[in-house]
């Protein structure tokens, strides 16, 4: 079946620019999960969601990021004003039911360069 | 503070050998263990998991073994294959947590 996917898979952005990244999950999975992964870093969390709610924002870096989900599916990740440093590899992951199914399921990512 | 180190950024190993890939974690508070595994401009897809419960879990190829004590894990190869060559990422889930903390990964080479 199909697996996560994640639009666009490159983004080049003016410094100042807003940005949006999509997630589309696989189908069924309740669970959605955002990461970033900065040069020479390991994955690092920013959001999870559980149906269309965000019980945990704790890993947005600054009130520049925001994220939604709609319809308990796809989900979009907003970068506004960006700045270089939000240059990196953006991760979406799902699962069936969170903590419920440990295995995280991730997209092919979207790699943002702010210039 | 990096609460899941995986100390060696890269591994070579000849094709046939046992590759051994090393992490060590700080929080107790971690109770499953997972290991990924990512091509280049791939995500990371899932490679076999343990809890905290358990000190061994196999699954082909592959084995992890877990000392809590020590609060390290390993992840086994047995044979190492050249399409094994990857990045391998340790992460780890706290208890009651939904967040997967992750190591910054240990790129392996197996070489034919």
Known sequence: GAGVSQSPSN?????GKDVELRCDPISGHT???WYRQS?????????????NSAPDKSGLPSDRFSAERTGGSVSTLTIQRTQQEDSAVYLCASSLQGKTSYEQYFGPGTRLTVT | DQQVKQNSPSLSVQEGRISILNCDYTNSMFDYFL?????????PTFLIS????????EDGRFT???NKSAKHLSLHIVPSQPGDSAVYFCAAYGAGSYQLTFGKGTKLSVIP
């Open chain 1, 11 to 15: 983004k080049v952005t003016e410094k």
């Open chain 1, 31 to 33: 669970a959605l999960y």
């Open chain 2, 64 to 66: 992890v073994f877990l």
């Open chain 2, 35 to 43: 290991w990924y595994k990512k091509y280049p401009a791939e995500g």
């Open chain 1, 39 to 51: 040069l020479g870093q390991g994955l690092e969390f920013l959001i999870y969601f559980q149906g």
């Open chain 2, 50 to 57: 343990i809890s905290s419960i358990k000190d061994k879990n």
